[in-house]
Protein backbone atom coordinates (compact mmCIF):
# COMPACT_ATOMS: atom_id res chain seq x y z
CA UNK A 1 0.00 0.00 0.00
CA UNK A 2 1.35 3.32 -1.38
CA UNK A 3 1.52 6.40 1.31
CA UNK A 4 0.25 9.87 -0.02
CA UNK A 5 1.90 12.59 1.76
CA UNK A 6 -0.75 15.02 3.52
CA UNK A 7 -2.10 17.56 1.67
CA UNK A 8 -1.42 21.12 2.91
CA UNK A 9 -4.44 22.89 3.89
CA UNK A 10 -4.89 26.64 3.43
CA UNK A 11 -1.76 27.47 2.23
CA UNK A 12 -2.16 29.68 -0.80
CA UNK A 13 0.33 30.43 -3.92
CA UNK A 14 1.47 34.03 -4.03
CA UNK A 15 0.04 34.68 -7.30
CA UNK A 16 1.36 36.88 -9.96
CA UNK A 17 0.53 40.80 -9.72
CA UNK A 18 -1.32 42.38 -12.19
CA UNK A 19 0.48 44.49 -14.88
CA UNK A 20 -0.46 48.16 -13.87
CA UNK A 21 0.07 49.81 -17.65
CA UNK A 22 1.30 53.33 -17.78
CA UNK A 23 0.86 55.91 -20.54
CA UNK A 24 3.87 57.38 -23.09
CA UNK A 25 3.66 60.63 -21.81
CA UNK A 26 4.75 58.99 -17.89
CA UNK A 27 7.98 58.03 -18.75
CA UNK A 28 10.70 59.02 -17.19
CA UNK A 29 14.93 58.66 -17.61
CA UNK A 30 16.57 55.91 -16.05
CA UNK A 31 12.68 54.05 -15.34
CA UNK A 32 12.38 50.73 -15.85
CA UNK A 33 9.06 48.24 -15.41
CA UNK A 34 6.99 49.93 -17.94
CA UNK A 35 3.56 48.18 -19.26
CA UNK A 36 2.54 49.95 -22.41
CA UNK A 37 -0.25 49.42 -25.22
CA UNK A 38 0.92 51.33 -28.54
CA UNK A 39 0.90 51.46 -31.73
CA UNK A 40 3.52 51.43 -34.08
CA UNK A 41 3.77 54.60 -36.55
CA UNK A 42 6.95 53.24 -38.36
CA UNK A 43 9.95 51.22 -38.38
CA UNK A 44 13.61 51.89 -39.35
CA UNK A 45 16.15 48.96 -39.71
CA UNK A 46 19.79 50.32 -38.61
CA UNK A 47 22.22 49.00 -40.02
CA UNK A 48 25.06 48.22 -38.05
CA UNK A 49 27.73 50.92 -38.98
CA UNK A 50 31.71 49.43 -39.05
CA UNK A 51 32.92 46.15 -38.70
CA UNK A 52 32.28 43.84 -35.66
CA UNK A 53 34.54 42.06 -33.50
CA UNK A 54 32.38 39.54 -32.77
CA UNK A 55 30.43 37.32 -34.71
CA UNK A 56 27.36 37.10 -32.45
CA UNK A 57 27.34 41.02 -32.73
CA UNK A 58 27.48 41.43 -36.56
CA UNK A 59 23.98 39.19 -36.63
CA UNK A 60 21.92 41.58 -34.25
CA UNK A 61 19.18 43.10 -35.99
CA UNK A 62 17.88 46.86 -34.58
CA UNK A 63 15.64 48.92 -36.06
CA UNK A 64 14.32 52.42 -34.77
CA UNK A 65 10.66 52.35 -34.00
CA UNK A 66 8.10 55.37 -33.55
CA UNK A 67 5.68 54.22 -31.39
CA UNK A 68 2.87 55.93 -29.15
CA UNK A 69 -0.66 56.17 -28.11
CA UNK A 70 -3.20 58.39 -26.99
CA UNK A 71 -0.47 60.82 -24.38
CA UNK A 72 2.39 61.14 -27.02
CA UNK A 73 5.28 59.21 -29.09
CA UNK A 74 8.55 57.61 -28.18
CA UNK A 75 11.54 56.28 -30.16
CA UNK A 76 11.31 52.48 -29.63
CA UNK A 77 14.83 50.16 -30.24
CA UNK A 78 13.83 46.86 -31.78
CA UNK A 79 16.24 44.13 -31.53
CA UNK A 80 16.06 40.79 -33.16
CA UNK A 81 13.25 38.85 -33.26
CA UNK A 82 11.45 42.11 -31.80
CA UNK A 83 12.31 43.88 -35.00
CA UNK A 84 9.25 41.56 -36.81
CA UNK A 85 6.50 42.50 -34.46
CA UNK A 86 7.16 46.35 -35.04
CA UNK A 87 5.18 46.60 -38.47
CA UNK A 88 3.82 49.87 -39.03
CA UNK A 89 0.18 50.10 -38.00
CA UNK A 90 0.19 47.37 -35.64
CA UNK A 91 -0.81 47.56 -31.86
CA UNK A 92 1.78 45.85 -29.65
CA UNK A 93 1.83 45.22 -26.13
CA UNK A 94 5.23 45.79 -24.22
CA UNK A 95 5.72 44.28 -20.75
CA UNK A 96 8.58 45.09 -18.42
CA UNK A 97 10.15 48.20 -20.80
CA UNK A 98 12.87 50.08 -19.85
CA UNK A 99 13.76 53.89 -20.85
CA UNK A 100 17.62 54.09 -22.27
CA UNK A 101 19.14 57.60 -22.66
CA UNK A 102 21.05 58.16 -26.24
CA UNK A 103 22.33 61.20 -26.72
CA UNK A 104 20.81 62.88 -24.02
CA UNK A 105 17.11 61.50 -25.03
CA UNK A 106 14.55 58.51 -23.66
CA UNK A 107 14.61 55.71 -26.00
CA UNK A 108 11.92 52.87 -25.07
CA UNK A 109 13.52 48.88 -24.80
CA UNK A 110 12.14 45.44 -23.59
CA UNK A 111 15.28 44.01 -23.07
CA UNK A 112 14.99 39.73 -22.38
CA UNK A 113 13.88 40.26 -19.04
CA UNK A 114 10.67 41.66 -20.81
CA UNK A 115 8.47 40.58 -23.35
CA UNK A 116 6.98 42.14 -26.64
CA UNK A 117 3.15 41.32 -27.97
CA UNK A 118 1.03 41.95 -30.98
CA UNK A 119 -2.45 42.63 -29.82
CA UNK A 120 -5.68 43.41 -31.29
CA UNK A 121 -5.82 47.27 -32.65
CA UNK A 122 -6.20 49.76 -30.41
CA UNK A 123 -8.53 51.91 -30.29
CA UNK A 124 -7.14 55.39 -29.52
CA UNK A 125 -5.76 58.18 -31.87
CA UNK A 126 -2.17 58.31 -31.51
CA UNK A 127 -1.04 62.02 -30.24
CA UNK A 128 1.77 61.93 -32.94
CA UNK A 129 2.75 66.56 -32.00
CA UNK A 130 4.05 65.02 -28.30
CA UNK A 131 7.06 62.97 -28.99
CA UNK A 132 9.26 61.90 -25.77
CA UNK A 133 12.09 61.23 -27.72
CA UNK A 134 12.71 65.30 -28.75
CA UNK A 135 13.14 66.06 -25.28
CA UNK A 136 16.58 66.51 -24.18
CA UNK A 137 17.76 65.33 -21.09
CA UNK A 138 21.22 66.92 -19.51
CA UNK A 139 23.02 64.83 -16.75
CA UNK A 140 23.22 67.24 -13.48
CA UNK A 141 25.83 66.45 -10.89
CA UNK A 142 24.19 67.37 -7.77
CA UNK A 143 26.40 68.14 -4.60
CA UNK A 144 25.06 68.63 -0.91
CA UNK A 145 26.08 71.78 0.60
Known amino acids: MATSRPQQRGTVKPG ?16 TGHNLIVEVLNSDTVL ?9 LR ?6 CLIG ?16 MMKTGTTVILRNAKIDMFK ?22 VKEDFNL ?4 YE ?6 E
Open 104 to 125: GSMRLAVDKWGRVEVTEPAGFE
Open 133 to 136: SLVE
Open 69 to 84: DETGTILFTARNDQVD
Open 59 to 64: QTRIAE
Open 48 to 56: PKGRSVSQH
Open 139 to 144: LVNVTD
Open 16 to 31: LRKPVFIKVDQLKPGT
